[in-house]
């Protein structure tokens, strides 16, 4: 083993190179792989031996190897906790020799706008390691591109962030700062980091073992500004203030709040009448303060009902329910392959294989399932909306009309609310010949004969190589 | 030598000889160019150039308007009429007619249009006109396959182009959601479209409507004749029909053995019905269509029709039915074949609820303290572009798509808002259907005015349809015809509302 190099400033010695060999499945044809596709991210050491690096740098990994500092040799890692929320992952190296001479970094504070950050990493167009410094722009809330579905605090900068600094710390007076993550297509000098109040919150979640992710409120905070509307409510002309506007299904959220309560102060920050507080010198979004808290914790609210202020506190939980929006990591995909349909539940790994746009005609049905109707029509969704993915042509599905991407809403009578009961519908006997398929909501009627798809599966399933008919 | 000599000697007459006949085609166009196309005698008196002039809107900002202009062409009718397509008369402020293709250009009146069928009949008052002039012979039967030749006025000469007839086929007209019997044409001819005549010899075969690529459209020559006869039968005009069920090709052995059919594959399999074209027991979800006035339905819902050869059913409604006709049916249903009828509904854009146009209308519009409310329609859609279904924002454009699930019979939106004092705060509030303003629901904009009357402790109170953003807000009625006011001047709108006249249907326009 190599020892560092002992003139080495001290940052770049924690600063890790992290190289993964990565394998997706095929959410269309969800029994089959993607290519092995091999990328290069950076991570870095902090207390306890563990290296923090971002989540999609070792998402679907099958080989995660880390480089030390001018250390040629590979060492073997491993994920501990992996937080697709946040992008965030923690990795862990079983071999001691790799932590030999190695100093971990310590973890920042939020850096003002305007000071000067120092990106560390390994990004492509070079084996060596690189540093390029920059200015904090502005500190925001921003949609985090890893799961598709959440916004958190981050920091913009106009220090080059490459593919490759991925997971690599920004750095301002030797301490951690932020995890570079991320940059906007077609923005010039503009790259984003992870602040650390989001790295703080991964490792205080994950003491127990187990990561839980950010609880949420559960509520549509809109601004209140209109001064009919704050008369209404019997508010003072202070600015300050924003109304629920919508209550979702979180159960004690429903339980202690009301649609039209004014939030005066969450957490101790003042709420301005836009729905923002400032929060460390920034004015960000209020949403920002529930991502301090841990799952379970209680946030003390400042409400306006009736007009009169009240305390409420509130128990804060972690929202599932949204899941299938967001994209999903290491699990594989569920199916089910009878007589050459194609069965998958609907979520946005399916909508990503579609082609032409989301809101295309032939995909919008899909686009509503997934993202609308459980706010316009609660009452009728499903908890697992199943997709005729695609049909595996065979004799017996030779004269289907339905050509795939389409809804199934029955099969023998049954209704699908899960991929469960698609596999029980087919499997129950009846006196029918056919198995009939009942689609939405365009109703499309395909039946299959009985006999002769059930005798075709076995050859369907050695036709196209799948292993396997379910996954479930 | 001697040849080149005999050459140059001749070129001076070669010379002469084209520059007469270029001069003798300018002084006169109408005599040499009958000459010249000797199989089109005569029909330079059967087609007539047409200017419309007509007004555009902008339905971003609905208050605006502007003129547009084409030139077209019309046949003549006996009668002293002119048949043209409908087509660009919707909202016309200006008819303007030429014979020969050039001279003057005298005013003309829209006597009887029809945007479903996509006709119109112009007649004009100057009796002097038709002098000269002389009604086209229809064909009674129209052709489907063979050659044709385009005829129209451009730069005051008879064009004749050749073209090839390449089928009737029954698909969406170009103003209407319904399926109606088109020619269809092969052809690289340019700016094709605008209701020029198709001729087979003498007779008119069909006037095109449409150009895609290298294939036009033409409304045949049958259709035409029945449309014009059931005009003079019925007036006012009863409309074409449609058959507002959907339903579903059975080329599946599978589905066909499910719905118990017995013998040869065939028919059609009904999906669903609307409710409001569903008479108890007519009609039902699961019916296999087997046999629609007399005609067998076959697998792929075509069925073959005497004049024409195979055609899809959905030509039996606008088959010499009308609107309000009841069509027989023969439907194989639970295993037993069942003779039914089915209304005809009247093809209408009001019907549905975001309807597919809203012609000779000015857009319907309300602003109230600088909050702009627009029905939603395929033409409020349109103004992100034709590719609004990508463009337009996907709950509001989504609508065309599931029609039959909405529970209304049409929607209102918060298209925009005109910043002022008044509305402060709620400046980025827009593209949210309207569910109630103070407790009164919101069907169609006039409602609004109802819902404003219901203020209640001096406070307007509009709710959003259920969704994934903004649900309510609150204004102060107080202040609202004030502020209302001060909008209209500070952006220069005219008028604060304009609700589209009661009637849905336009059978003899006033203008």
């Known amino acids: 083993m190599l020892s560092l190099p002992a003139g080495a400033a001290s940052p770049e010695k924690s600063v890790i190179q992290i190289t993964t060999a990565s394998q997706q499945p095929s959410w269309d044809a969800p029994w089959r792989f993607d290519s092995v596709r091999r990328s290069s991210g950076t991570g870095f050491l902090i207390s306890g031996r563990r290296i923090i690096t971002n989540a999609h740098v070792v998402s679907w990994a099958k080989q995660i190897l880390v480089r030390r500092y001018q250390d040629p040799r590979p060492y073997s890692a491993k994920v501990k906790f992996i937080a697709h929320d946040c992008d965030l992952a923690i990795l862990e190296v079983e071999d001691d020799r790799f932590f030999q001479g190695m100093e971990s970094l310590e973890i920042g504070d939020l850096p003002p706008v305007r000071s000067t950050v120092v990106t560390y990493g390994y ?158 010198g920034n004015r960000v979004f209020v949403g920002v303060v529930f991502n301090d808290f841990q799952k379970g914790e209680t946030v003390p609210l400042s409400l306006w009902r009736e007009g009169k202020t009240i305390t409420v506190n509130l128990p804060l939980d972690i929202y599932q329910g949204d899941r299938t929006e967001g994209n999903q990591y290491d699990v594989l995909p569920r199916y089910f392959v009878f007589g050459g349909l194609v069965f998958t539940p609907l979520n946005r790994d399916f909508m990503r294989t579609l082609a032409g746009g989301w809101t295309d005609t032939p995909n919008n049905e899909l686009f509503y399932e997934l993202f609308y109707r459980k706010h316009e029509s609660p009452l009728t969704i499903r908890k697992e909306p199943v997709v005729l993915a695609s049909i595996l042509a065979h004799g017996v599905n030779a004269n289907l009309e339905t050509r795939g991407r389409t809804l199934i809403d029955r099969v023998n009578g049954i209704k699908i609310e899960q991929m469960e009961d698609l596999v029980r ?36 399933l050695k036709t196209y190589g799948i292993s396997k008919d379910r996954r479930l | 030598m001697k040849t080149i000599s005999s050459l140059n000697s ?246 066909l053995e499910f719905l118990n059919l017995r013998g040869e594959p065939r028919g059609v399999v009904v999906l669903d019905v609307p409710k409001n074209t569903r008479p108890e027991g007519a009609l039902q979800p699961q019916d296999l269509i087997l046999n629609v006035e007399g005609f067998d339905i076959d697998t792929q819902g075509d069925y073959l029709d005497p004049e024409f050869g195979v055609l899809s059913m959905e030509n039996l409604a606008t088959r010499n039915r009308w609107a309000g ?14 003779d039914t009828t089915y209304q005809l509904p009247k093809a209408d854009y009001k019907a549905d609820s975001v309807p597919d146009a809203a012609f000779d209308q000015e857009p319907e519009y309300l602003i109230m303290g600088g909050l702009v409310f627009q029905p939603l329609s395929v033409p409020y859609l349109q103004s992100w572009g034709t590719d609004y279904l990508r463009k337009a924002p996907f709950r509001l454009s989504f609508t065309t798509q599931n029609k039959t699930s909405l529970d209304r019979p049409s929607l209102v939106v918060l298209s925009t808002i005109l910043p002022d004092s008044y509305n402060l705060g709620y400046q980025e509030a827009r593209w949210l259907i309207l569910d109630a303003m103070n407790g009164k629901k919101i069907n169609r904009l006039s409602d609004l005015i109802e819902g404003k009357k219901a203020a209640k402790n001096g406070l307007h109170e509009l709710f959003f349809q259920q969704g994934d953003s903004l649900s309510k807000l609150m204004l102060d009625a107080t202040q609202t015809d004030e502020a209302t006011q001060r909008v209209l001047d500070r952006y220069g709108i005219e ?11 336009k059978e003899t326009p006033q203008r």
């Open chain 1, 123 to 280: 990004p492509a167009g070079g084996e060596q390691i690189s540093y390029t410094r920059g200015v904090v722009s502005r500190i925001e809330l921003q949609s985090y591109s890893h799961i598709g579905n959440r916004a958190y605090l981050a920091a913009q900068t106009d220090a080059a962030i490459n593919p490759g600094n991925s997971g690599g710390p920004v750095i301002q007076d030797d301490k951690v700062v932020g995890v570079a993550f991320q940059g906007i297509p077609g923005l010039e000098n503009t790259g984003f980091f992870i602040p650390t109040t989001l790295v703080k919150h991964l490792l205080k979640d994950v003491e127990d073992g187990v990561y839980d992710g950010f609880p949420q409120v559960g509520v549509r905070l809109v601004p209140l500004q209109n001064p009919a509307f704050r008369q209404a409510l019997k508010l003072p002309d202070d600015d300050l203030g924003a109304r629920v506007d919508h209550i979702f299904d979180f159960p004690k959220t429903k339980e202690l709040l009301r649609r039209d309560d004014v939030l005066l102060k969450a957490g101790g920050y003042a709420v301005a009448s836009d729905g923002t507080i400032l929060y460390a």
């Open chain 2, 325 to 338: 006709d009841q069509v027989r049916l023969k439907v194989l249903r639970t295993g037993k074949e069942v």
């Open chain 1, 425 to 460: 519908a087919f499997n129950q006997g009846t006196n029918s010949a056919q198995h009939v398929l009942e689609f939405y909501p365009d109703r499309n009627l395909e039946c299959l004969d009985r006999v002769a798809t059930e005798a075709a599966n076995p050859s369907i």
């Open chain 2, 495 to 505: 008028k604060p509302f304009v609700f589209a006249p009661a009637t849905s249907t």
């Open chain 2, 10 to 255: 001749l070129m001076p007459i070669r010379l002469l000889v084209v520059a007469v006949l270029f001069l003798q085609g300018v002084m006169y166009p109408h005599t040499s160019l009958a000459k010249e196309s000797g199989s089109l005698r005569g029909l330079e008196a059967s087609i007539v150039t047409l200017e419309i002039t007509r007004q555009t809107y902008d339905y971003q900002q609905p208050w605006t308007r502007r003129t547009d202009q084409v030139t077209k062409m019309g046949v003549v009718l006996a009668g002293n009429e002119i048949l043209t397509t409908a087509d660009f008369l919707q909202d016309h402020t200006l008819i303007r007619i030429q014979k020969g293709g050039r001279g003057l250009w005298v005013e003309g009146n829209l006597k009887w249009i029809d945007y479903h069928a996509n006709m119109a009949v112009i007649d004009l008052s100057d009796s002097k006109f038709w002098v000269g002039l002389k009604p086209i012979v229809i064909a009674k039967q129209t052709p489907s396959r063979g050659p044709a030749q385009m005829v129209r006025w451009r730069n005051g000469v008879l064009e004749s182009r050749d073209l090839s007839i390449n089928r009737l086929s029954v698909k969406k007209g170009k103003l209407t959601f319904i399926d109606v019997l088109q020619l269809e044409l092969d052809t690289e001819i340019a700016g094709i479209g605008w209701s020029e005549a198709i001729v087979r010899g003498q007779q008119l075969i069909g006037i095109t409507s449409s150009k895609e690529e290298h294939t036009c459209a033409a409304l045949p020559a049958s259709f035409l004749r029945m449309c014009l006869a059931a005009r003079q039968e019925a007036k006012p005009f009863r409309g074409l029909g449609y058959f507002a069920f959907v339903w579903q090709r059975s080329n599946n052995p599978a589905t």
